[in-house]
């Protein structure tokens, strides 16, 4: 052997190895897609980074060797607008979530790549516990002919159903119980409006406050009634039926006028918007407000902000026969993941979700957590930089769990994730130390909180879904806003004091004006996922 | 100077007290809103705030004004409004002339006058009017929020009025002097046209300054947002507090979405700079500031 | 050879071409967008890919839902009185402050009308949900100070179309007070004096002087007004109306914007959009068209 020689076949193996090993080194893919910008109020950068550059994208490099580039980003209320316009000059970037109806269209267009195979080889067992936690419903609502073609942005939905907050400091005054019947807080709405609860020796107070669009605020005492507007249902046949025509409806638009009536509603709510609705309980003019669970943070927070000593407690919807009632939800999805057909790397979107999923919902490390999720000091919430995001079902009340446990020191607190320890510290410092600014977060995760009401709806399955969840007909679409429009003008005036038996005609000329069509359409897409 | 009647004195007061009466009337709304964006987040959620800061507080505009963001977006904003006055004005006038002359001088201003209305009547939708200036290649550029604007065809309309009412005499000596069109334009009706010119500028310069969807739509990247545009990110319109985007995780920040002292704040740093500006331009409003050296 | 009319005509030519090359380029090339009012739209086909032709079907549609009337009535009734009164009340608070004479007072006030512009509707509406207020508001106090009945300005029928002109007035009339007063200093002061030595008092220099010197511009502004006869002002009535004034303060726009909720429709959108330009169209021509033809003068 000569010298030379094994020099030279040395040099030839070290060049081979290099080349391999630059290769494995620079296996950085590229993908693009769209995105909103982050509330700026919310979201603060380090100088040089924005959210095209963030701990988030230079994370999906350098641990998943993905180059994720934003072709744009703009604001919340224009994305609609930009993806619409997008779409139609066919500049579809790998990826980007898409609405329910831009979904549908890019379907049926054959724009989108089948992601069945991806979905099963790439997905996460994390993520697939995010995507099938609240249900199998939203998986469901992307799968046509049994492929999955997009990945729902899975959203909390169940969590968010109304719950019924009630002044407490206010029955005390008044020398009123706790309700136990819906009959009880009909008698805590009239003595509200009736018997000076502020003590100003002005009648300026109300029961119930009610919005323009009613179903805001008024949604929770529909359901008291066993009424649901504005969703299917099933009959006793078992075909859908509109919520908004039964007779339950009837009951509860009695209940409502005869309140009206006597005052215990607002006359000027028809002007009202939600924000000019949350007023009355910020000014201490109500005590009674149907919200979901956040509701202690708005809007009652800012009533406590300016009158300490006000408490408000939360129960869960009574009904008006006593029987377990069953909040009204739709389907649980914000939006679809969908990736554009011949993508060279759809599993990219994957492998980004489950960084999300990890990092957000099951990463214990407190490191992590300030890094990616939440700085707590300047309240920089930095996982919304993050992309490609699917939430969770019952993460706030697994959340309400675990704090409760610490604080009764049946959960140890390495159970907890970043994210959770924030809630823990935050109900701390009020437990503690009596911040009030922070009194909202022991109302809603802490004990007596609204997760209790959350944790007592979802043990007895007091939900009722919308039945219908596909894509909108064209006659569906040429109906239903004449349809909602009779409907909104006919509710307002009754609630005013039209007679009753509006109600009624009002059922007629639904039907006549198309609800009929709508509903026979409806059911053939019903029969057609059995 | 003339003694004035009785009638003209009663008028006078009368004049003056509806006037006032009709300033405060304008006045009270900003107060009110310059007192929100003062008031603390749950002061203003109660309805309280009035005419005058409840908890008074300058976090509102901290919040909307300690970020590198509003600094660079008012830079743009800026150089957008200086630009964008320059290209309109200058537009504006050269167009304008020619279309001031009758038919029997420039035999197609009819034609061409029509033209320019009909674009201020018909368009195409948003669609096309954004691919067509992305396939002029001004996406992400201050120019798209200057070039498709060019021409503001209502400005031309008004200044191609004020531009005949100037004496026709004007033209003919300067023409008899041997001066070019362009020369007249400029050294002639220009000069005469300020009052005109004036009010022009300011609407170009507050129709740039208040203009914030195309920014939004026509930036790929938040950095080249102006003002306006930025100002709009910070505001979430909250039309449907329980409607679907509330599902997600966002409620979180609902504290900070709720808060109307930050759109208040957002109302007065967005409309300061024009409120300081327009005094200035006022003296061009003035009367008979030139005509009064002009020589049938 | 250039005849010498044509080439005196030259320097005006040039002198527009930068105008109409930009207007063609960003004005007309979008016009093709027209097109999708006679589609139904779906952008995910892409803008010219196959989208379905359905002819007047979107025309059809909105003809065919039973309220088009009573809303394109709301419409024009509403627009129709926006236009008159944007007329006539700014140019009677132009001439209201020519006749001051005190610099400082008339400049601040010029300010002062010109704020509530700055507003957006969102702002503005928020303020005059109080302000109306039949139980809060301090215009309803008012009206109980001086003996009358509270008035549901935002909630009654029958008021609403006309609280929708009035705020509408409040918050915009400064802007054409602006441009009738520039008009104003037009008017040589020789005039006025040669009406003085005539005997004329200040309301025959009113009306025998300033009003004529200033009427190209009245007939001007009133003429390019007309063009929104169908635009009510859809910014103001969405964040002012509510279902139970939907019987007289629901637009064209409000009814569109509603559809849309349901699903964005272009098509639908873009027809709106052509009808209003049409309509608008018809009545500038037509009002230039009677100008020339009986009174020899051309708007514009």
Same mark, same amino acid.
């Given at each position: 052997?000569?010298?030379?020689?094994?020099?030279?076949?040395?040099?030839?193996?070290?060049?081979?190895?290099?080349?391999?090993?630059?290769?494995?080194?620079?296996?950085?893919? *590229?993908?693009?897609?769209?995105?909103?910008?982050?509330?700026?109020?919310?979201?603060?950068?380090?100088?040089?980074?924005?959210?095209?550059?963030?701990?988030?994208?230079?994370?999906?490099?350098?641990?998943?060797?993905?180059?994720?580039?934003?072709?744009?980003?703009?604001?919340?209320?224009?994305?609609?607008?930009?993806?619409?316009?997008?779409?139609?000059?066919?500049?579809?970037?790998?990826?980007?979530?898409?609405?329910?109806?831009?979904?549908?269209?890019?379907?049926?267009?054959?724009?989108?790549?089948?992601?069945?195979?991806?979905?099963?080889?790439?997905?996460?067992?994390?993520?697939?516990?995010?995507?099938?936690?609240?249900?199998?419903?939203?998986?469901?609502?992307?799968?046509?002919?049994?492929?999955?073609?997009?990945?729902?942005?899975?959203?909390?939905?169940?969590? &968010?159903?109304?719950?019924?907050?009630?002044?407490?400091?206010?029955?005390?005054?008044?020398?009123?119980?706790?309700?136990?019947?819906?009959?009880?807080?009909?008698?805590?709405?009239?003595?509200?409006?009736?018997?000076?609860?502020?003590?100003?020796?002005?009648?300026?107070?109300?029961?119930?406050?009610?919005?323009?669009?009613?179903?805001?605020?008024?949604?929770?005492?529909?359901?008291?009634?066993?009424?649901?507007?504005?969703?299917?249902?099933?009959?006793?046949?078992?075909? #859908?039926?509109?919520?908004?025509?039964?007779?339950?409806?009837?009951?509860? #638009?009695?209940?409502?006028?005869?309140?009206?009536?006597?005052?215990?509603?607002?006359?000027?709510?028809?002007?009202?918007?939600?924000?000019?609705?949350?007023?009355?309980?910020?000014?201490?003019?109500?005590?009674?407000?149907?919200?979901?669970?956040?509701?202690?943070?708005?809007?009652?927070?800012?009533?406590?902000?300016?009158?300490?000593?006000?408490?408000?407690?939360?129960?869960?919807? #009574?009904?008006?026969?006593?029987?377990?009632?069953?909040?009204?939800?739709?389907?649980?999805?914000?939006?679809?993941?969908?990736?554009?057909?011949?993508?060279?790397?759809?599993?990219?979107?994957?492998?980004?979700?489950?960084?999300?999923?990890?990092?957000?919902?099951?990463?214990?490390?407190?490191?992590?957590?300030?890094?990616?999720?939440?700085?707590?000091?300047?309240?920089?919430?930095?996982?919304?930089?993050?992309?490609?995001?699917?939430?969770?079902?019952?993460?706030?009340?697994?959340?309400?769990?675990?704090?409760?446990?610490?604080?009764?020191?049946?959960?140890?607190?390495?159970?907890?994730?970043?994210?959770?320890?924030?809630?823990?510290?935050?109900?701390?410092?009020?437990?503690?130390?009596?911040?009030?600014?922070?009194?909202?977060?022991?109302?809603?995760?802490?004990?007596?909180?609204?997760?209790?009401?959350?944790?007592?709806?979802?043990?007895?399955?007091?939900?009722?879904?919308?039945?219908?969840?596909?894509?909108?007909?064209?006659?569906?679409?040429?109906? #239903?806003?004449?349809?909602?429009?009779?409907?909104?003008?006919?509710?307002?005036?009754?609630?005013?004091? &039209?007679?009753?038996? *509006?109600?009624?005609?009002?059922?007629?000329?639904?039907?006549?004006?198309?609800?009929?069509?709508?509903?026979?359409?409806?059911?053939?897409?019903?029969?057609?996922?059995? | 100077?003339?003694?004035?009647?009785?009638?003209?004195? %009663?008028?006078?007061?009368?004049?003056?007290?509806?006037?006032?009466?009709?300033?405060?009337?304008?006045?009270?709304? =900003?107060?009110?809103?310059?007192?929100?964006?003062?008031?603390?987040?749950?002061?203003?959620?109660?309805?309280?705030?009035?005419?005058?800061?409840?908890?008074?507080?300058?976090?509102?505009?901290?919040?909307?004004?300690?970020?590198?963001?509003?600094?660079?977006?008012?830079?743009?904003?800026?150089?957008?409004?200086?630009?964008?006055?320059?290209?309109?004005?200058?537009?504006?006038?050269?167009?304008?002339?020619?279309?001031?002359?009758?038919?029997?001088?420039?035999?197609?201003?009819?034609?061409?006058?029509?033209?320019?209305?009909?674009?201020?009547?018909?368009?195409?939708?948003? %669609?096309?009017?954004?691919?067509?200036?992305?396939?002029?290649?001004?996406?992400?550029?201050?120019?798209?929020?200057?070039?498709?604007?060019?021409?503001?065809?209502?400005?031309?309309?008004?200044? =191609?009025?004020?531009?005949?009412?100037?004496?026709?005499?004007?033209?003919?000596?300067?023409?008899?002097?041997?001066?070019?069109?362009?020369?007249?334009?400029?050294?002639?009706?220009?000069?005469?046209?300020?009052?005109?010119?004036?009010?022009?500028?300011?609407?170009?310069?507050?129709?740039?300054?208040?203009?914030?969807?195309?920014?939004?739509?026509?930036?790929?990247?938040?950095?080249?947002?102006?003002?306006?545009?930025?100002?709009?990110?910070?505001?979430?319109?909250?039309?449907?507090?329980?409607?679907?985007?509330?599902?997600?995780?966002?409620?979180?920040?609902?504290?900070?979405?709720?808060?109307?002292?930050?759109?208040?704040?957002?109302?007065?740093?967005?409309?300061?700079?024009?409120?300081?500006?327009?005094?200035?331009?006022?003296?061009?409003?003035?009367?008979?500031?030139?005509?009064?050296?002009?020589?049938? | 050879?250039?005849?010498?009319?044509?080439?005196?005509?030259?320097?005006?030519?040039?002198?527009?071409?930068?105008?109409? @090359?930009?207007?063609?380029?960003?004005?007309?090339?979008?016009?093709?967008?027209?097109?999708?009012?006679?589609?139904?739209?779906?952008?995910?086909?892409?803008?010219?890919?196959?989208?379905? !032709?359905?002819?007047?079907?979107?025309?059809?549609?909105?003809?065919?839902?039973?309220?088009?009337?009573?809303?394109?009535?709301?419409?024009?009734?509403?627009?129709?009185?926006?236009?008159?009164?944007?007329?006539?009340?700014?140019?009677?608070?132009?001439?209201?402050?020519?006749?001051?004479?005190?610099?400082?007072?008339?400049?601040?006030?010029?300010?002062?009308?010109?704020?509530?512009?700055?507003?957006?509707?969102?702002?503005?509406?928020?303020?005059?949900?109080?302000?109306?207020?039949?139980?809060?508001?301090?215009?309803?106090?008012?009206?109980?100070?001086?003996?009358?009945?509270?008035?549901?300005?935002?909630?009654?029928?029958?008021?609403?179309?006309?609280?929708?002109?009035?705020?509408?007035? !409040?918050?915009?009339?400064?802007?054409?007070? @602006?441009?009738?007063?520039?008009?104003?200093?037009?008017?040589?002061?020789?005039?006025?004096?040669?009406?003085?030595?005539?005997?004329?008092?200040?309301?025959?220099?009113? !009306?025998?002087?300033?009003?004529?010197?200033?009427?190209?511009?009245?007939?001007?502004?009133?003429?390019?007004?007309?063009?929104?006869?169908?635009?009510?002002?859809?910014?103001?009535?969405?964040?002012?109306?509510?279902?139970?004034?939907?019987?007289?303060?629901?637009?064209?726009?409000?009814?569109?914007?509603?559809?849309?909720?349901?699903?964005?429709?272009?098509?639908?959108?873009?027809?709106?959009?052509?009808?209003?330009?049409?309509?608008?169209?018809?009545?500038?021509?037509?009002?230039?068209?009677?100008?020339?033809?009986?009174?020899?003068?051309?708007?514009?």
């Amino acid at each position: 052997m000569n010298i030379k020689r094994v020099l030279t076949i040395g040099l030839v193996l070290l060049v081979i190895l290099a080349s391999i090993s630059i290769g494995y080194g620079a296996e950085i893919i *590229e993908v693009t897609s769209v995105r909103t910008i982050p509330n700026p109020a919310t979201v603060k950068y380090p100088p040089g980074d924005s959210v095209y550059n963030s701990v988030w994208t230079r994370l999906y490099e350098s641990k998943l060797g993905i180059r994720l580039k934003y072709l744009w980003a703009v604001d919340q209320s224009q994305w609609e607008q930009k993806t619409n316009i997008m779409i139609a000059s066919g500049d579809l970037p790998d990826f980007f979530l898409a609405s329910k109806t831009q979904f549908f269209q890019l379907l049926n267009s054959g724009l989108l790549e089948d992601l069945t195979e991806v979905y099963k080889k790439y997905a996460s067992s994390q993520t697939k516990k995010v995507l099938n936690e609240g249900g199998p419903e939203p998986l469901a609502s992307a799968t046509f002919n049994g492929k999955l073609m997009a990945i729902p942005f899975t959203a909390l939905a169940k969590e &968010a159903v109304p719950i019924l907050f009630i002044r407490t400091d206010w029955l005390t005054k008044l020398g009123l119980p706790e309700p136990k019947t819906m009959k009880d807080v009909l008698k805590i709405s009239e003595t509200f409006t009736k018997k000076d609860p502020d003590g100003n020796g002005k009648n300026d107070t109300f029961g119930f406050p009610v919005d323009k669009d009613l179903y805001n605020t008024v949604l929770g005492f529909f359901n008291s009634y066993h009424a649901y507007p504005n969703i299917w249902i099933k009959d006793k046949s078992g075909k #859908l039926v509109y919520g908004s025509i039964q007779p339950e409806v009837k009951t509860a #638009l009695k209940a409502l006028q005869d309140m009206y009536k006597d005052g215990q509603i607002d006359p000027e709510f028809g002007t009202k918007d939600m924000n000019k609705v949350a007023e009355l309980v910020a000014s201490g003019k109500v005590g009674i407000w149907y919200g979901a669970f956040w509701s202690p943070l708005w809007p009652i927070q800012d009533l406590r902000n300016r009158d300490p000593k006000a408490e408000w407690k939360p129960y869960p919807i #009574l009904t008006i026969d006593g029987r377990l009632p069953k909040l009204q939800y739709s389907l649980p999805v914000n939006g679809y993941w969908v990736v554009k057909k011949g993508s060279k790397h759809p599993e990219a979107l994957l492998k980004i979700m489950n960084l999300w999923a990890d990092i957000f919902y099951f990463n214990k490390s407190d490191e992590i957590w300030s890094k990616y999720g939440n700085e707590p000091v300047t309240a920089n919430e930095i996982w919304q930089n993050a992309h490609a995001q699917v939430h969770r079902a019952w993460k706030n009340l697994e959340q309400h769990y675990k704090v409760v446990g610490v604080l009764k020191g049946t959960t140890d607190i390495s159970e907890l994730t970043g994210d959770d320890k924030g809630v823990l510290e935050r109900v701390r410092r009020f437990l503690e130390k009596g911040e009030n600014t922070v009194w909202c977060w022991n109302k809603i995760y802490g004990e007596g909180g609204s997760f209790d009401v959350v944790d007592y709806y979802k043990k007895r399955n007091c939900y009722i879904m919308d039945q219908f969840f596909g894509p909108l007909t064209t006659t569906m679409t040429e109906k #239903l806003p004449v349809l909602n429009k009779s409907q909104s003008e006919t509710f307002t005036k009754i609630i005013k004091g &039209a007679p009753i038996e *509006e109600f009624d005609k009002f059922i007629g000329e639904w039907k006549r004006l198309g609800g009929d069509i709508v509903t026979k359409e409806v059911n053939e897409w019903y029969e057609s996922r059995k | 100077m003339q003694k004035m009647t009785r009638g003209e004195k %009663i008028f006078l007061v009368f004049n003056y007290v509806i006037l006032s009466l009709v300033a405060l009337l304008c006045l009270f709304p =900003l107060i009110h809103v310059l007192a929100i964006s003062f008031s603390a987040k749950s002061a203003v959620a109660a309805g309280v705030v009035r005419l005058w800061p409840v908890d008074f507080t300058l976090a509102s505009y901290k919040y909307v004004s300690n970020r590198p963001e509003f600094s660079r977006s008012l830079l743009i904003s800026i150089k957008r409004v200086f630009l964008g006055l320059l290209v309109n004005m200058f537009l504006t006038i050269i167009t304008a002339y020619p279309l001031s002359k009758e038919d029997k001088q420039f035999h197609s201003r009819t034609i061409i006058v029509w033209v320019f209305v009909f674009t201020m009547l018909f368009g195409g939708g948003l %669609i096309p009017w954004y691919m067509t200036i992305r396939a002029t290649g001004l996406l992400d550029t201050i120019w798209a929020l200057i070039i498709p604007g060019a021409v503001p065809v209502y400005n031309v309309v008004l200044l =191609l009025n004020f531009f005949r009412s100037l004496p026709k005499e004007l033209e003919e000596a300067a023409l008899i002097d041997g001066a070019s069109q362009w020369d007249i334009l400029w050294k002639i009706y220009v000069p005469l046209s300020l009052p005109a010119l004036a009010t022009l500028t300011l609407f170009t310069a507050v129709g740039h300054w208040n203009s914030w969807f195309d920014g939004l739509i026509l930036m790929n990247r938040p950095e080249n947002y102006p003002l306006q545009s930025y100002l709009q990110t910070i505001i979430v319109q909250q039309t449907n507090v329980a409607g679907s985007f509330l599902q997600s995780e966002d409620w979180r920040i609902l504290a900070v979405i709720s808060d109307r002292t930050i759109k208040a704040a957002q109302i007065f740093l967005g409309a300061l700079p024009i409120l300081v500006i327009y005094p200035f331009l006022q003296r061009y409003f003035m009367k008979g500031i030139v005509l009064g050296s002009l020589k049938e | 050879m250039l005849s010498k009319n044509l080439r005196k005509q030259i320097p005006f030519y040039l002198m527009v071409l930068p105008a109409m @090359i930009l207007v063609f380029i960003y004005s007309y090339i979008p016009m093709i967008g027209i097109k999708i009012a006679f589609q139904r739209f779906i952008p995910a086909k892409g803008l010219f890919g196959p989208q379905e !032709w359905i002819g007047l079907g979107n025309f059809t549609y909105i003809l065919s839902l039973p309220d088009t009337f009573k809303v394109l009535r709301n419409t024009v009734f509403i627009a129709g009185m926006k236009i008159v009164g944007g007329l006539i009340v700014p140019l009677i608070f132009a001439l209201l402050l020519n006749e001051i004479r005190r610099e400082w007072f008339k400049r601040s006030a010029q300010t002062i009308i010109y704020l509530p512009y700055f507003l957006s509707w969102v702002i503005f509406a928020g303020i005059l949900i109080d302000v109306l207020s039949p139980s809060e508001g301090i215009v309803n106090g008012f009206l109980r100070l001086i003996g009358a009945k509270s008035v549901y300005f935002l909630g009654d029928p029958k008021w609403f179309p006309y609280t929708m002109v009035l705020t509408d007035l !409040w918050k915009n009339f400064g802007f054409s007070t @602006i441009i009738y007063l520039a008009a104003l200093t037009n008017i040589s002061p020789t005039l006025y004096e040669a009406a003085a030595i005539d005997g004329a008092n200040r309301w025959q220099q009113t !009306w025998y002087v300033t009003l004529p010197g200033i009427r190209p511009i009245i007939v001007l502004l009133a003429t390019l007004s007309l063009g929104n006869v169908l635009n009510a002002g859809f910014e103001q009535i969405f964040n002012l109306y509510s279902p139970q004034v939907y019987e007289t303060g629901d637009i064209i726009d409000t009814l569109v914007y509603r559809i849309g909720l349901i699903q964005a429709q272009y098509g639908l959108a873009t027809a709106i959009g052509l009808f209003k330009s049409i309509v608008s169209f018809i009545f500038i021509s037509l009002s230039y068209y009677l100008a020339y033809r009986f009174a020899d003068y051309r708007i514009f």
